[in-house]
């Protein structure tokens, strides 16, 4: 199957500073999203993102699919930010990487 | 915006117990799947659903666990003779098939196995 691989493993932000998450991926896929995971749990999609840069308030994405690589950007951290980010990779079925997991202290 | 239902919250049964995990999907969507995450590890893929059979099943789905659409609204997932290593978060999850592939997530139903 497809490896996900994602870095950090774990992430210590104080609130206000920016960060990035990284996301490769083994081989060519029809589809990347990126999740947040809530502390109870939810998996929260906050892009879609096969290829190119999408933003959407204080997070962005860009995935370069021809290099197997995809970034998520949070700027201006808050504390609500914090818990699980993961990436997963569509080739007819998701595969998730092992995490972010991020902690942003007041 | 519409999105994907999961009931109950949170199951707790005894080991050896049978156990119908619910999901309502997306109305308009075709594709149908089940995840599961052992607590603090990765989601992994269990089975995808269309047209009314399994279409992809990991090693994990063994012959304890079913999948069923008993209506034009429901997806559940069944699991006979339960074991303590069942006990995670099992995920539902529906696309409409398209070419882009979207999966949208429910909220998850937390099995506990005693």
């Known amino acids: 199957g497809i490896q996900v691989e994602q870095s950090p493993p774990d992430l210590i932000l104080q609130e206000g500073a920016n960060s990035t998450l990284r996301c490769n991926f083994s081989?060519?896929?029809?589809?990347l999203q990126w999740f947040h995971q809530n502390p109870w749990g939810q998996l929260i999609n906050l892009f879609y993102?096969?290829?190119g840069t999408k933003q959407n308030g204080r997070l962005s994405a860009t995935t370069v699919a021809t290099e197997r690589y995809s970034l998520l950007y949070i700027s201006s951290s808050q504390t609500t930010d914090s818990g699980v980010y993961f990436c997963a990779v569509n080739f007819n079925k998701f595969y998730f990487g092992s995490g972010t997991k991020l902690n942003v202290k007041p | 915006e519409p999105e994907v239902t999961q009931t109950p919250s949170h199951q707790v049964t005894q080991m050896g117990q049978e156990v119908i995990l619910r999901c309502v999907p997306i109305?308009?969507?075709?594709?149908f799947y089940w995840y599961r995450q052992i607590l603090g590890q990765k989601v992994e893929f269990l089975v995808s659903?269309?047209?009314?059979?399994?279409?992809?099943k990991s090693e994990i789905f063994d012959d304890r666990f079913s999948v069923e659409r008993p209506d034009g609204s429901n997806f559940t997932l069944k699991i006979r003779s339960t074991k303590l290593e069942d006990s995670a978060m099992y995920f539902c999850a529906s696309s409409d098939g398209s070419v882009s592939d979207t999966q949208y997530f429910g909220p998850g139903t937390r099995l506990t196995v005693l």
């Open positions: 081989d060519s896929v029809n589809n």
């Open positions: 659903f269309y047209n009314n059979e399994i279409s992809e």
């Open positions: 109305s308009n969507h075709l594709y």
């Open positions: 993102i096969p290829s």
